[in-house]
């Protein structure tokens, strides 16, 4: 159930089979992938729904009309995984099942989706730890504060006084320590890209910092920070159905003006993918 993928869609149903032109119902939708994790205890008294879709029905599903295509299969039932500390179900249903056939009964008849998974986890002793989403960020440059949410103009005004190189501190979280981070400033209008390589990050995994310097020429410039780190080869092919089937090697963060943290998938071969911070969630850290 790593990495959470929800169910596959339905296969779509046969055309008619007196050449009539005329196609199969459309096969139903995948159930979805839900993942709830908790330091505490999860109370189930609801619903949680990650059914499979139903196949699409042909017009005139029936022997009488034998020239209609045949019905889209079920989709498959979604995934729902719970990891807490602790686990009560109080009368609540997870229904993961697969979606009914478009036509069944007949010879163009399809099938239903096959039945999902339900993974509930909770520690047999001791306490449940959860990491967090890994992140990036410039906090300060030239003794000044970035703001929390930078938008890559004017975040940052040094005065004239200033002199080269220019102190720059970052924050990272959930990223392994001892990992390199660099820096990359793009003057606004003229001069050359300047890449430095800051200290390696130092501290916790849950919090760490890095320090470089670097030299800021006159105008407006953007300054990012990357940093990326390798995965195992276990969880890299896990990670590869959303990089095209390929081993996934590293990931990459990036922290960029006027938006959070954004995420790369690399793989073995360089390509690169993005990544939905859901997908990074579930990369335990080296």
């Known amino acids: ?7 596959s869609g339905g296969g779509g149903g046969s055309g008619s089979r007196y050449s009539t032109g005329v196609t199969g119902g459309g096969g139903g939708g995948g159930g979805g992938a839900l993942l709830i994790a908790a330091s505490g205890t999860v109370k189930l008294n609801g619903s949680i ?23 889209g299969g079920g989709g498959s039932g979604g995934i729902v995984r719970i990891l ?20 069944s009964g007949y010879w163009w008849a399809s099938g239903a989706g096959s039945q999902g998974y339900v993974s509930v ?25 970035v703001p929390a949410n930078p938008t890559g103009i004017g975040d940052v005004t040094l005065p004239a006084t200033q002199t080269n190189p220019v102190p720059i501190q970052i924050t990272a979280r959930f990223v392994p320590p001892g990992t390199t981070v660099k820096l990359v400033l793009t003057p606004a209008y003229s ?11 130092a501290g916790t995994l849950e919090t760490s910092t890095a ?4 030299n800021v020429p006159y105008g407006a410039s953007t300054l990012i920070a990357q940093v990326s780190f390798s995965l195992t080869v ?19 963060l990036t922290a960029a003006p006027g938006g959070p943290t954004q995420f790369k998938l690399v793989t073995v071969s360089g390509r690169e993918f993005d990544a939905p911070p859901a997908v990074m969630a579930m990369i335990p850290p080296n």
């Not at 159930?1 to 169910?7: A, D, E, F, R, S």
């Not at 986890?121 to 504060?145: D, H, Y």
């Open 211 to 214: 320090g470089a310097n670097i």
């Open 84 to 103: 807490a500390q602790a686990y009560q179900n109080t009368g609540g249903t997870i229904n993961v099942a697969g979606g009914p056939p478009g036509c």
């Open 49 to 71: 729904l990650a059914q499979g879709g139903a196949g699409s029905v042909p017009a005139g599903c029936s022997w009488s009309d034998s020239w209609v295509g045949g019905g």
């Open 121 to 145: 986890e909770t520690p047999r002793g001791g306490t449940l730890s959860l990491s967090g989403l890994a992140s990036l960020q410039i906090t300060s440059v030239g003794g000044q504060s």
């Open 1 to 7: 159930m790593l990495p959470l993928v929800g169910g």
């Open 234 to 252: 276990a969880m890299g092919e896990a990670l590869s159905v959303y990089a095209e089937g390929e081993r996934v090697d590293s990931v990459r």
């Open 191 to 201: 001069g050359d890209v300047v890449t430095v390589n800051a200290s390696n990050l």
